[in-house]
């Protein structure tokens, strides 16, 4: 009888912690939310949450298995928080759990002497061989165009623009020093930043068969099409 009553304690507390945290819940037919229902005919709900450190939290939830479908964190008008988003392949995971670094130095490669237009394209007539990005993709605009995501609200409001973005490839293949040199607007910058930390590379740059650490800025293009 003891262990039941706190049972039911806790389930209460739980629900009432959940309570306190929910500013409002919409009910919808459909999975892209183009019309709100009663709760008995909905098939999602969509959650407005305000978390303890002020930021808040969208979900979309998908009733019958109680999967979240979609989730997106804000705080102060930044991307926060590991983010979901449904694609017809599935469900995507998107990490804006970092912090933006704004710059104005300059970024310079460390291979000084050697003119090169294009990191990314061999010069073998020179000694150059170009890091290869692990996930395939022969260039990084390629890569930047499977991986980018339009931000939505950026969407909504008209924003677009360039966001130029730097950063350094380690002579291990690695990423570091990733730092916006000029940005367009919080959504933007957050985008840019997230696609760049998810690139790898299987081998770093070459020339002359000695592995160099290289720092690139480049232009990271959002248009509404």
């Given at each position: ?73 804000y705080k102060d ?114 985008e840019a930043v ?32």
């Amino acid at each position: 009888m003891k262990r039941q009553i706190v049972l039911l304690v806790l389930v209460i507390m739980f629900y009432s912690f959940v309570e306190a945290q929910t500013t409002s819940t919409k009910y919808y037919k459909d999975k892209y939310l183009s019309k709100e229902v009663p709760k008995d005919k909905a098939n999602y709900l969509e959650l407005f949450i305000k978390n303890e450190d002020g930021s808040i939290t969208t979900k979309t939830v998908r009733i019958d298995n109680e999967e979240v479908i979609e989730s997106s964190t804000y705080k102060d008008g930044e991307p926060i928080g590991i983010w979901k988003l449904q694609r017809n392949d599935g469900i995507k995971e998107m990490d804006y759990g970092f912090k933006l670094v704004y710059s104005d130095t300059t970024c310079n490669d460390s291979i000084e002497g050697v003119i090169i237009e294009d990191y990314f394209s061999n010069y073998r007539e020179i000694g150059y061989i170009a890091p290869k990005i692990s996930t395939g993709e022969m260039t990084l605009h390629q890569f930047i165009g499977q991986n980018i995501e339009y931000p939505r609200l950026a969407r909504e409001q008209g924003i677009m623009g360039v966001v130029y973005v730097s950063f350094m490839i380690l002579s291990t293949g690695e990423i570091d020093n990733i730092e916006i040199k000029r940005g367009k607007n919080i959504y933007l910058d957050k985008e840019a930043v997230r696609v760049i930390r998810k690139l790898k590379f299987s081998s770093p740059p070459t020339y002359k068969g000695v592995p160099y650490k290289i720092c690139l800025t480049i232009p990271i293009t959002f248009k509404m099409t």
